[in-house]
Protein backbone atom coordinates (compact mmCIF):
# COMPACT_ATOMS: atom_id res chain seq x y z
CA UNK A 1 0.00 0.00 0.00
CA UNK A 2 1.06 2.81 -1.08
CA UNK A 3 2.62 5.76 1.92
CA UNK A 4 3.85 8.54 -0.73
CA UNK A 5 2.59 9.78 -4.12
CA UNK A 6 4.92 8.55 -5.87
CA UNK A 7 4.64 4.83 -4.62
CA UNK A 8 1.96 5.20 -6.65
CA UNK A 9 3.74 5.62 -10.03
CA UNK A 10 6.20 3.43 -9.19
CA UNK A 11 4.06 0.44 -8.95
CA UNK A 12 1.49 1.85 -11.94
CA UNK A 13 4.31 2.07 -14.55
CA UNK A 14 5.03 -1.62 -13.42
CA UNK A 15 1.41 -2.35 -15.15
CA UNK A 16 0.91 0.08 -17.48
CA UNK A 17 4.22 1.35 -19.10
CA UNK A 18 2.89 2.10 -22.08
CA UNK A 19 -0.63 3.22 -21.45
CA UNK A 20 -2.22 7.11 -22.07
CA UNK A 21 -1.84 8.65 -18.68
CA UNK A 22 -2.18 12.26 -18.85
CA UNK A 23 -3.64 13.55 -22.19
CA UNK A 24 -4.18 17.40 -23.13
CA UNK A 25 -4.69 19.15 -26.61
CA UNK A 26 -1.41 19.05 -27.53
CA UNK A 27 0.45 16.06 -25.96
CA UNK A 28 -0.05 12.67 -24.21
CA UNK A 29 2.63 11.30 -21.88
CA UNK A 30 2.47 7.57 -21.01
CA UNK A 31 2.84 5.77 -17.69
CA UNK A 32 6.70 5.69 -18.30
CA UNK A 33 6.80 8.82 -20.06
CA UNK A 34 5.23 10.53 -16.95
CA UNK A 35 7.50 8.92 -14.24
CA UNK A 36 10.96 9.58 -16.69
CA UNK A 37 10.31 13.28 -17.23
CA UNK A 38 9.14 13.27 -13.52
CA UNK A 39 13.13 11.98 -12.88
CA UNK A 40 14.61 14.64 -15.17
CA UNK A 41 13.30 17.56 -12.72
CA UNK A 42 13.89 15.46 -9.68
CA UNK A 43 17.64 14.91 -10.68
CA UNK A 44 17.89 18.94 -10.97
CA UNK A 45 16.83 19.55 -7.65
CA UNK A 46 18.34 17.09 -5.93
CA UNK A 47 21.51 18.16 -8.07
CA UNK A 48 21.25 21.60 -6.17
CA UNK A 49 20.89 19.53 -2.53
CA UNK A 50 17.68 20.91 -1.81
CA UNK A 51 15.02 18.73 0.92
CA UNK A 52 12.17 19.62 1.90
CA UNK A 53 11.95 23.30 0.50
CA UNK A 54 9.47 25.06 -1.81
CA UNK A 55 9.89 24.82 -5.37
CA UNK A 56 6.97 26.96 -7.19
CA UNK A 57 5.72 26.28 -10.85
CA UNK A 58 4.59 28.54 -13.24
CA UNK A 59 3.35 26.70 -16.45
CA UNK A 60 0.44 26.56 -18.45
CA UNK A 61 -2.44 23.59 -17.37
CA UNK A 62 -1.02 20.91 -19.69
CA UNK A 63 0.56 17.32 -19.03
CA UNK A 64 3.99 18.97 -18.02
CA UNK A 65 2.56 20.26 -14.69
CA UNK A 66 2.10 16.41 -13.55
CA UNK A 67 5.67 15.41 -14.10
CA UNK A 68 6.73 18.87 -12.59
CA UNK A 69 4.83 17.85 -9.70
CA UNK A 70 5.95 15.09 -9.39
CA UNK A 71 9.56 15.54 -9.61
CA UNK A 72 9.20 17.87 -7.16
CA UNK A 73 7.73 15.28 -4.83
CA UNK A 74 10.55 12.69 -5.74
CA UNK A 75 13.02 15.04 -4.70
CA UNK A 76 11.70 15.26 -0.97
CA UNK A 77 9.94 18.84 -1.46
CA UNK A 78 6.99 20.24 -2.09
CA UNK A 79 5.43 22.33 -5.01
CA UNK A 80 2.88 25.06 -5.37
CA UNK A 81 1.45 25.76 -8.68
CA UNK A 82 1.22 29.58 -9.84
CA UNK A 83 -1.47 30.07 -12.73
CA UNK A 84 0.06 31.94 -15.49
CA UNK A 85 -2.97 33.93 -15.95
CA UNK A 86 -3.40 35.09 -12.31
CA UNK A 87 -2.71 38.84 -12.14
CA UNK A 88 1.24 39.69 -11.20
CA UNK A 89 0.24 41.30 -8.17
CA UNK A 90 -1.16 38.08 -6.81
CA UNK A 91 1.63 35.99 -7.52
CA UNK A 92 4.00 38.01 -6.04
CA UNK A 93 2.40 38.18 -2.89
CA UNK A 94 2.29 34.27 -3.03
CA UNK A 95 5.94 34.22 -4.19
CA UNK A 96 6.41 36.20 -1.14
CA UNK A 97 4.92 33.92 1.52
CA UNK A 98 6.32 30.98 0.25
CA UNK A 99 9.87 32.11 -0.44
CA UNK A 100 10.61 29.14 -3.00
CA UNK A 101 14.04 28.11 -3.40
CA UNK A 102 13.31 27.22 -7.05
CA UNK A 103 10.67 28.39 -9.57
CA UNK A 104 10.31 25.66 -12.22
CA UNK A 105 8.93 27.10 -15.89
CA UNK A 106 9.54 26.54 -19.56
CA UNK A 107 11.20 28.49 -22.15
CA UNK A 108 8.30 30.68 -23.04
CA UNK A 109 7.21 31.76 -19.99
CA UNK A 110 11.41 32.72 -18.65
CA UNK A 111 11.49 36.07 -19.23
CA UNK A 112 7.95 36.13 -17.35
CA UNK A 113 9.59 34.37 -14.42
CA UNK A 114 12.79 36.31 -14.10
CA UNK A 115 11.12 39.48 -13.47
CA UNK A 116 9.49 37.90 -10.35
CA UNK A 117 11.60 35.53 -9.05
CA UNK A 118 13.80 36.78 -6.86
CA UNK A 119 16.41 35.23 -4.58
CA UNK A 120 14.53 31.94 -5.87
CA UNK A 121 16.58 30.05 -8.79
CA UNK A 122 14.96 29.23 -12.34
CA UNK A 123 14.64 25.93 -13.47
CA UNK A 124 13.45 25.66 -16.90
CA UNK A 125 11.30 22.01 -17.55
CA UNK A 126 12.93 21.65 -21.13
CA UNK A 127 16.85 22.17 -20.18
CA UNK A 128 15.30 19.64 -17.08
CA UNK A 129 14.70 16.72 -19.69
CA UNK A 130 17.82 17.43 -21.72
CA UNK A 131 20.16 16.89 -18.41
CA UNK A 132 21.05 13.12 -17.15
CA UNK A 133 19.53 12.37 -13.64
CA UNK A 134 21.16 9.28 -11.42
CA UNK A 135 18.06 7.12 -10.66
CA UNK A 136 19.56 5.38 -8.03
CA UNK A 137 19.90 8.78 -5.94
CA UNK A 138 16.82 10.03 -6.58
CA UNK A 139 15.35 6.52 -5.00
CA UNK A 140 18.03 6.94 -1.84
CA UNK A 141 16.54 10.75 -1.27
CA UNK A 142 12.65 9.24 -2.06
CA UNK A 143 13.74 6.51 0.67
CA UNK A 144 14.60 9.42 3.28
CA UNK A 145 10.35 10.64 2.86
CA UNK A 146 8.25 10.53 5.68
CA UNK A 147 4.10 10.15 4.91
CA UNK A 148 4.22 13.08 6.90
CA UNK A 149 6.38 15.42 4.50
CA UNK A 150 4.90 18.07 3.00
CA UNK A 151 3.41 17.49 -0.89
CA UNK A 152 2.24 20.69 -1.81
CA UNK A 153 1.35 24.48 -0.15
CA UNK A 154 -2.32 25.44 -1.81
CA UNK A 155 -2.89 28.99 -1.80
CA UNK A 156 -6.81 29.97 -1.35
CA UNK A 157 -7.89 33.47 -0.57
CA UNK A 158 -7.50 35.20 2.43
CA UNK A 159 -9.82 37.85 4.48
CA UNK A 160 -7.36 40.31 4.77
CA UNK A 161 -6.89 40.55 1.23
CA UNK A 162 -4.05 38.39 0.90
CA UNK A 163 -4.05 34.51 -0.06
CA UNK A 164 -3.78 31.69 2.34
CA UNK A 165 -1.21 28.39 1.60
CA UNK A 166 -2.77 25.15 3.23
CA UNK A 167 -0.20 22.78 3.71
CA UNK A 168 -0.58 19.57 2.55
CA UNK A 169 1.16 16.24 3.53
CA UNK A 170 1.60 13.18 1.63
CA UNK A 171 -0.48 10.85 4.13
CA UNK A 172 -3.39 13.56 3.56
CA UNK A 173 -3.75 12.65 -0.18
CA UNK A 174 -3.09 9.27 -0.14
CA UNK A 175 -5.35 8.61 2.64
CA UNK A 176 -8.46 10.36 0.67
CA UNK A 177 -7.32 9.01 -2.55
CA UNK A 178 -7.41 5.55 -1.40
CA UNK A 179 -10.56 6.07 0.11
CA UNK A 180 -12.50 7.72 -2.69
CA UNK A 181 -11.23 4.85 -4.35
CA UNK A 182 -13.11 2.20 -2.70
CA UNK A 183 -16.24 4.74 -2.87
CA UNK A 184 -16.21 5.40 -6.34
CA UNK A 185 -14.75 2.24 -7.89
CA UNK A 186 -12.16 3.83 -10.05
CA UNK A 187 -10.06 1.35 -12.58
CA UNK A 188 -7.84 1.38 -15.22
CA UNK A 189 -10.78 1.84 -17.52
CA UNK A 190 -11.82 5.17 -16.40
CA UNK A 191 -11.22 8.17 -17.93
CA UNK A 192 -10.95 11.40 -15.82
CA UNK A 193 -12.09 14.76 -17.55
CA UNK A 194 -10.24 17.28 -15.69
CA UNK A 195 -11.98 20.77 -15.31
CA UNK A 196 -10.59 22.09 -12.50
CA UNK A 197 -6.93 24.35 -12.70
CA UNK A 198 -4.21 22.14 -11.15
CA UNK A 199 -3.55 25.29 -8.75
CA UNK A 200 -7.20 23.70 -6.94
CA UNK A 201 -7.79 21.35 -4.85
CA UNK A 202 -10.42 19.33 -6.65
CA UNK A 203 -8.03 18.38 -9.10
CA UNK A 204 -6.21 16.42 -6.73
CA UNK A 205 -8.58 13.43 -7.44
CA UNK A 206 -8.18 13.69 -10.92
CA UNK A 207 -4.58 13.50 -10.92
CA UNK A 208 -3.67 11.28 -8.53
CA UNK A 209 -6.64 8.54 -8.70
CA UNK A 210 -4.90 8.17 -12.10
CA UNK A 211 -1.35 7.14 -10.55
CA UNK A 212 -3.06 5.06 -8.06
CA UNK A 213 -5.42 2.87 -10.41
CA UNK A 214 -3.34 3.19 -13.77
CA UNK A 215 -6.50 5.28 -15.84
CA UNK A 216 -6.40 7.99 -17.68
CA UNK A 217 -6.75 12.00 -17.06
CA UNK A 218 -7.34 13.91 -19.92
CA UNK A 219 -6.70 17.67 -19.04
CA UNK A 220 -8.95 19.90 -20.52
CA UNK A 221 -8.34 23.08 -22.09
CA UNK A 222 -9.21 26.27 -20.26
CA UNK A 223 -11.12 27.83 -23.74
CA UNK A 224 -12.95 24.85 -24.40
CA UNK A 225 -15.54 25.67 -22.06
CA UNK A 226 -15.89 29.13 -23.59
CA UNK A 227 -17.34 26.78 -26.87
CA UNK A 228 -19.31 24.11 -25.46
CA UNK A 229 -19.79 21.98 -28.96
CA UNK A 230 -15.49 21.52 -28.83
CA UNK A 231 -15.64 20.55 -25.20
CA UNK A 232 -19.03 18.04 -25.90
CA UNK A 233 -17.18 16.84 -28.91
CA UNK A 234 -13.98 16.26 -27.01
CA UNK A 235 -15.37 14.53 -23.98
CA UNK A 236 -16.87 12.51 -26.90
CA UNK A 237 -13.75 11.62 -28.64
CA UNK A 238 -11.81 10.53 -25.53
CA UNK A 239 -14.80 8.69 -24.14
CA UNK A 240 -14.51 10.23 -20.41
CA UNK A 241 -16.16 8.10 -17.78
CA UNK A 242 -15.87 10.24 -15.13
CA UNK A 243 -16.33 14.22 -14.62
CA UNK A 244 -15.59 15.62 -11.17
CA UNK A 245 -16.11 19.41 -11.75
CA UNK A 246 -17.59 22.36 -10.11
CA UNK A 247 -21.45 23.02 -10.44
CA UNK A 248 -20.95 26.45 -12.09
CA UNK A 249 -19.72 24.67 -15.07
CA UNK A 250 -22.99 22.26 -15.12
CA UNK A 251 -25.04 24.66 -14.80
CA UNK A 252 -23.47 27.01 -17.74
CA UNK A 253 -23.71 23.39 -20.10
CA UNK A 254 -27.22 22.75 -19.01
CA UNK A 255 -28.52 26.61 -19.58
CA UNK A 256 -26.90 26.39 -23.60
CA UNK A 257 -28.41 23.17 -23.43
CA UNK A 258 -25.11 21.68 -24.57
CA UNK A 259 -25.95 18.36 -23.16
CA UNK A 260 -26.74 16.80 -26.66
CA UNK A 261 -24.39 18.26 -28.64
CA UNK A 262 -22.34 15.04 -28.37
CA UNK A 263 -22.32 11.59 -27.14
CA UNK A 264 -21.68 11.33 -23.35
CA UNK A 265 -23.13 7.87 -22.93
CA UNK A 266 -19.00 6.75 -21.98
CA UNK A 267 -19.62 8.83 -19.01
CA UNK A 268 -20.37 6.57 -16.15
CA UNK A 269 -19.94 9.08 -13.00
CA UNK A 270 -20.85 13.06 -13.05
CA UNK A 271 -19.29 14.12 -9.18
CA UNK A 272 -19.55 17.62 -8.51
CA UNK A 273 -18.09 19.92 -5.70
CA UNK A 274 -16.70 23.58 -4.08
CA UNK A 275 -20.28 25.30 -3.99
CA UNK A 276 -24.05 23.98 -4.43
CA UNK A 277 -25.25 22.41 -7.24
CA UNK A 278 -29.10 23.39 -8.07
CA UNK A 279 -31.78 20.73 -8.69
CA UNK A 280 -32.97 22.37 -11.85
CA UNK A 281 -29.31 22.02 -14.11
CA UNK A 282 -29.01 18.56 -12.11
CA UNK A 283 -32.23 17.29 -13.56
CA UNK A 284 -31.54 18.40 -16.84
CA UNK A 285 -27.66 16.41 -16.62
CA UNK A 286 -29.30 13.28 -14.83
CA UNK A 287 -31.97 13.45 -18.07
CA UNK A 288 -29.19 13.69 -20.67
CA UNK A 289 -27.27 11.17 -18.83
CA UNK A 290 -29.67 8.47 -18.03
CA UNK A 291 -27.20 6.07 -17.57
CA UNK A 292 -24.42 8.09 -15.07
CA UNK A 293 -24.46 7.74 -11.60
CA UNK A 294 -24.74 11.37 -9.42
CA UNK A 295 -22.64 11.94 -6.46
CA UNK A 296 -22.21 15.89 -4.15
CA UNK A 297 -19.32 15.69 -2.93
CA UNK A 298 -18.03 17.82 0.16
CA UNK A 299 -14.84 18.49 1.71
CA UNK A 300 -12.87 21.94 2.20
CA UNK A 301 -9.06 22.29 1.01
CA UNK A 302 -7.97 22.04 4.34
CA UNK A 303 -9.28 18.56 4.53
CA UNK A 304 -7.55 17.60 1.62
CA UNK A 305 -10.54 18.27 -0.40
CA UNK A 306 -12.21 15.26 0.79
CA UNK A 307 -14.85 14.59 3.29
CA UNK A 308 -18.09 13.39 2.42
CA UNK A 309 -20.41 12.08 -0.42
CA UNK A 310 -24.19 11.89 -1.28
CA UNK A 311 -25.28 8.95 -3.98
CA UNK A 312 -27.84 11.33 -5.52
CA UNK A 313 -30.64 8.46 -5.28
CA UNK A 314 -34.29 10.08 -5.59
CA UNK A 315 -35.91 13.13 -6.19
CA UNK A 316 -35.65 16.58 -4.98
CA UNK A 317 -37.66 19.34 -5.06
CA UNK A 318 -35.92 22.49 -7.18
CA UNK A 319 -36.18 24.92 -4.08
CA UNK A 320 -34.43 21.94 -2.01
CA UNK A 321 -30.69 21.55 -1.11
CA UNK A 322 -28.47 18.50 -1.90
CA UNK A 323 -27.60 16.08 1.63
CA UNK A 324 -23.67 16.59 1.37
CA UNK A 325 -23.41 12.99 2.38
CA UNK A 326 -21.42 10.72 5.25
CA UNK A 327 -17.90 10.61 5.66
CA UNK A 328 -15.46 8.90 3.34
CA UNK A 329 -14.06 6.31 5.92
CA UNK A 330 -11.06 8.09 7.47
CA UNK A 331 -13.09 11.34 8.15
CA UNK A 332 -15.44 11.84 10.98
CA UNK A 333 -18.21 15.03 11.06
CA UNK A 334 -18.49 16.25 14.31
CA UNK A 335 -21.78 19.55 14.58
CA UNK A 336 -21.11 21.69 17.60
CA UNK A 337 -23.03 23.87 18.80
CA UNK A 338 -22.25 27.35 19.95
CA UNK A 339 -21.14 26.09 23.49
CA UNK A 340 -19.21 23.29 21.77
CA UNK A 341 -21.83 20.73 22.29
CA UNK A 342 -22.62 18.31 19.30
CA UNK A 343 -25.56 18.44 17.61
CA UNK A 344 -27.51 15.30 16.46
CA UNK A 345 -30.27 15.58 15.68
CA UNK A 346 -32.79 17.66 13.19
CA UNK A 347 -34.27 19.60 15.84
CA UNK A 348 -31.24 20.17 17.62
CA UNK A 349 -30.92 22.85 14.91
CA UNK A 350 -27.69 23.98 12.99
CA UNK A 351 -24.48 23.90 14.08
CA UNK A 352 -21.05 24.00 12.91
CA UNK A 353 -19.23 21.38 10.46
CA UNK A 354 -15.98 20.13 12.48
CA UNK A 355 -13.82 17.17 11.04
CA UNK A 356 -11.32 15.27 12.45
CA UNK A 357 -9.38 13.17 9.86
CA UNK A 358 -6.19 11.52 9.00
CA UNK A 359 -6.33 13.86 5.95
CA UNK A 360 -6.63 16.97 7.67
CA UNK A 361 -3.81 19.34 6.02
CA UNK A 362 -1.29 21.74 8.65
CA UNK A 363 -2.78 24.54 8.56
CA UNK A 364 -1.35 27.80 7.02
CA UNK A 365 2.14 28.59 5.77
CA UNK A 366 3.57 30.91 7.75
CA UNK A 367 0.54 31.17 9.78
CA UNK A 368 0.41 30.05 12.97
CA UNK A 369 -2.27 32.47 14.34
CA UNK A 370 -4.75 31.76 11.79
CA UNK A 371 -3.94 28.30 11.87
CA UNK A 372 -4.55 27.85 15.71
CA UNK A 373 -7.95 29.43 15.23
CA UNK A 374 -9.30 26.82 12.99
CA UNK A 375 -7.20 23.57 13.88
CA UNK A 376 -8.21 23.70 17.86
CA UNK A 377 -8.34 20.60 20.10
CA UNK A 378 -11.31 18.44 19.96
CA UNK A 379 -13.33 20.00 22.39
CA UNK A 380 -15.04 16.45 23.47
CA UNK A 381 -11.50 15.30 24.34
CA UNK A 382 -10.07 16.46 27.49
CA UNK A 383 -7.55 13.56 27.64
CA UNK A 384 -5.17 13.89 25.00
CA UNK A 385 -4.06 16.43 22.28
CA UNK A 386 -6.74 15.65 19.13
CA UNK A 387 -6.97 18.49 16.71
CA UNK A 388 -9.95 19.20 15.00
CA UNK A 389 -10.27 21.69 11.83
CA UNK A 390 -13.39 24.13 11.83
CA UNK A 391 -15.02 24.62 8.36
CA UNK A 392 -16.93 27.28 8.90
CA UNK A 393 -19.76 25.59 7.37
CA UNK A 394 -23.04 25.54 9.03
CA UNK A 395 -25.49 22.50 8.55
CA UNK A 396 -28.59 21.02 9.86
CA UNK A 397 -29.58 17.36 10.43
CA UNK A 398 -32.91 16.72 7.87
CA UNK A 399 -35.40 14.21 9.00
CA UNK A 400 -33.60 11.65 7.80
CA UNK A 401 -30.34 12.39 9.12
CA UNK A 402 -28.70 13.51 6.44
CA UNK A 403 -26.59 16.81 6.72
CA UNK A 404 -27.32 19.80 4.62
CA UNK A 405 -25.21 22.56 3.51
CA UNK A 406 -26.94 25.89 5.32
CA UNK A 407 -24.52 29.12 5.00
CA UNK A 408 -21.02 30.42 6.04
CA UNK A 409 -20.65 31.53 9.95
CA UNK A 410 -18.78 34.52 8.07
CA UNK A 411 -18.70 36.36 4.53
CA UNK A 412 -17.14 33.56 2.58
CA UNK A 413 -18.61 32.19 -0.27
CA UNK A 414 -18.54 29.82 -2.58
CA UNK A 415 -18.06 30.81 -6.01
CA UNK A 416 -17.05 28.83 -9.30
CA UNK A 417 -16.01 26.16 -6.87
CA UNK A 418 -13.86 28.24 -5.40
CA UNK A 419 -13.38 29.64 -1.88
CA UNK A 420 -13.86 33.52 -1.42
CA UNK A 421 -13.98 35.65 1.39
CA UNK A 422 -15.63 39.07 0.56
CA UNK A 423 -13.48 41.14 2.90
CA UNK A 424 -10.49 39.79 0.24
CA UNK A 425 -12.03 41.67 -2.76
CA UNK A 426 -12.80 44.51 -0.19
CA UNK A 427 -9.34 44.94 0.64
CA UNK A 428 -8.11 45.44 -3.28
CA UNK A 429 -11.25 47.15 -4.14
CA UNK A 430 -10.08 49.89 -1.27
CA UNK A 431 -6.37 50.61 -2.91
CA UNK A 432 -8.01 51.62 -6.12
CA UNK A 433 -7.82 55.32 -6.78
CA UNK A 434 -10.47 57.14 -5.84
CA UNK A 435 -12.65 54.83 -4.05
CA UNK A 436 -13.89 55.83 -0.78
CA UNK A 437 -16.21 53.19 0.95
CA UNK A 438 -17.11 50.01 -0.57
CA UNK A 439 -19.23 46.65 0.33
CA UNK A 440 -19.39 43.31 -1.92
CA UNK A 441 -22.33 41.39 -1.20
CA UNK A 442 -23.49 38.26 -3.15
CA UNK A 443 -26.73 37.57 -4.71
CA UNK A 444 -27.39 33.99 -3.97
CA UNK A 445 -30.34 33.65 -6.71
CA UNK A 446 -28.21 34.95 -9.83
CA UNK A 447 -25.27 33.87 -8.11
CA UNK A 448 -23.44 37.13 -9.04
CA UNK A 449 -20.81 38.84 -6.37
CA UNK A 450 -22.50 42.93 -6.61
CA UNK A 451 -19.70 45.45 -5.74
CA UNK A 452 -20.74 49.09 -3.82
CA UNK A 453 -18.74 51.15 -3.62
CA UNK A 454 -18.44 55.66 -2.80
CA UNK A 455 -15.84 57.90 -4.53
CA UNK A 456 -14.61 59.25 -7.94
CA UNK A 457 -13.64 55.90 -9.28
CA UNK A 458 -15.40 55.53 -12.77
CA UNK A 459 -16.76 51.67 -13.15
CA UNK A 460 -14.46 51.31 -16.13
CA UNK A 461 -11.70 52.55 -14.88
CA UNK A 462 -12.74 50.22 -11.45
CA UNK A 463 -13.15 47.22 -13.71
CA UNK A 464 -9.19 47.74 -15.22
CA UNK A 465 -7.80 47.92 -12.05
CA UNK A 466 -9.42 44.76 -10.46
CA UNK A 467 -8.46 43.14 -13.39
CA UNK A 468 -4.88 44.08 -12.36
CA UNK A 469 -5.52 42.94 -8.85
CA UNK A 470 -7.86 39.97 -8.74
CA UNK A 471 -8.43 36.18 -10.08
CA UNK A 472 -10.94 36.76 -12.91
CA UNK A 473 -13.43 34.33 -10.46
CA UNK A 474 -13.14 37.07 -7.86
CA UNK A 475 -13.80 40.15 -10.00
CA UNK A 476 -17.81 40.93 -8.89
CA UNK A 477 -20.40 40.53 -11.51
CA UNK A 478 -21.87 43.80 -10.82
CA UNK A 479 -19.85 47.16 -10.16
CA UNK A 480 -22.80 49.84 -8.81
CA UNK A 481 -21.50 53.48 -7.73
CA UNK A 482 -23.73 55.16 -4.49
CA UNK A 483 -23.76 58.75 -3.79
CA UNK A 484 -23.44 57.61 -0.38
CA UNK A 485 -22.94 54.32 1.86
CA UNK A 486 -26.18 53.17 3.91
CA UNK A 487 -24.60 53.10 7.45
CA UNK A 488 -26.53 51.26 10.22
CA UNK A 489 -26.39 52.71 14.17
CA UNK A 490 -23.32 51.40 15.20
CA UNK A 491 -21.94 53.65 12.20
CA UNK A 492 -20.88 50.29 10.02
CA UNK A 493 -22.24 49.71 6.79
CA UNK A 494 -25.31 48.37 6.73
CA UNK A 495 -24.77 45.01 4.76
CA UNK A 496 -28.62 43.93 5.12
CA UNK A 497 -29.75 47.01 3.04
CA UNK A 498 -27.22 46.03 0.18
CA UNK A 499 -27.73 42.98 0.51
CA UNK A 500 -31.67 43.64 -0.69
CA UNK A 501 -30.30 46.20 -3.36
CA UNK A 502 -28.64 43.56 -4.59
CA UNK A 503 -31.69 40.84 -4.61
CA UNK A 504 -32.78 43.45 -7.88
CA UNK A 505 -29.33 43.73 -9.49
Request: with cysteine; proline share 4%; hydrophobic share 40%.
Amino acid sequence: MAKLVMEYLEETVKKYPDKAAYIDKDRTLTFSETRQEALHIAGSLVRRQLFKMPVAVYLEKSVECIPAMLGIAYSGNFYTILDTQMPETRIRHILSVLEPAVILTDRTHKDAVDAISGDASVLIYEDAQESAFNEEEILSVMNRILPTDVLYVLFTSGSTGTAKGVVTPHRAVVDYVDAATDVFHFTDKDVMGNEAPLYFVMSLLDVYSTLRNGSTTCIIPCLYFSFPALLMRFLAEQKVTVLYWVPSELVVLANLKALKLSDLSSVRMVMFGGEIMPIKQLNMWREALPQAVFINQYGPTETTDGGSYFFIDREFPENAKLPIGKPFRNYDFMVLDENGRRVTRSEDGAGELCVRSNSLTYGYYRNPELTDRVFTQNPLNSCYEEKIYHTGDLVQYNERGELIFIGRKDFQIKYMGQRIELGDIEANVSAVKGVEENCCVYNEVRKRIVLFYTGQAEESFLSEELKKMLPAYMIPGRRVRLDSMPHNLNGKIDRAELKKRAADL
